[in-house]
């Protein structure tokens, strides 16, 4: 007479739960990572081939008609974006700004943007795109 047990335990391993969260952990990094832009501004950026690890509090971007932005918020003036740095970052030496500048920009421009970061003893970084 054979004896069987009602509850079997099945050896069958079932992956379809696996799959559907490295799928869905793939979908999610590829979204959030198209999404994420340092400047939403259409810049040509220099080409440089040093990088920095430093991470930047801010940034300000000139574009091809010398526009100025701090993010993505537009600027009228140099004095009105020196007022606006000083609020936003206040007077700490430990600050980075990233200085995002269209490659057609004069050269005149970015200098006048330095001697804003340096009479703040704000620390400035150049943006360039890779080589």
Known sequence: MAISSRNKVSVNFSSVGMTD???NLLIF???TSTLVH???L???LPK???QTSAK????VSITSDLKLYVEQQQVN???SLETILKQKLGKNPEIY????ADKSVPFENVVQILNIAQANNYKLIIATSPK
Request: no cysteine.
């Open 38 to 40: 340092p400047t939403a």
């Open 77 to 79: 003036d140099l004095q």
């Open 97 to 100: 700004i990233a200085l995002h």
């Open 42 to 44: 259409k810049l040509l």
């Open 56 to 59: 930047p509090q801010t940034s």
């Open 29 to 31: 990094f590829m979204l």
């Open 21 to 23: 969260v490295v799928f």
């Open 48 to 50: 440089g081939s040093s």
